[in-house]
């Protein structure tokens, strides 16, 4: 299987399949520092993400929008002054979609290359 930074999202509709229990298993070690929580009944994945200052965190949050708009599936964003938390889910099926597990990789990368060009 590619890993989960290789791959592209692909259009949902509202009758996709939310991801399974063996996916979840799956796809969570290629991003073991994202956590699944709960809110209003709907499973998201969450990181928040360590910044230098508030200027690095607002960089990372315009790549991540970036990203967002290439990929055409947005997330939550919460930037405050040295950290950003990033929560993504797949709004049309109110629940966690492959798309998710993928962003969530794809993030990962990009703050990996945020912080070492520090």
């Known amino acids: 299987m590619d890993t989960l930074v290789r791959m592209q ?12 229990e063996a996916e979840i ?11 699944i929580v709960e809110r209003d009944g709907i499973r998201r994945l969450e990181r928040t993400f360590k910044l230098r200052n508030f200027a690095q965190a607002l960089a990372f949050t315009n790549r991540v929008g970036e990203l967002a708009e290439e990929q ?9 002054w040295g950290k950003v938390t990033v929560t993504w889910w797949t709004h049309k099926i109110g629940g966690l979609h492959r798309n998710d597990f993928i962003m969530a990789a794809k993030t990962d990368q ?5 912080v070492s060009n520090q």
Not at 25 to 35: D, G, K, L, S
Not at 72 to 80: I, Q, R, Y
């Open 9 to 20: 999202c692909v259009a949902c509709r509202a009758d996709s399949p939310r991801v399974t």
């Open 25 to 35: 298993a799956q796809f969570q070690p290629q991003v073991p520092a994202w956590q």
């Open 72 to 80: 055409g599936h947005h997330p939550a964003l919460l930037t405050e």
């Open 110 to 114: 990009i703050y990996s290359s945020v």
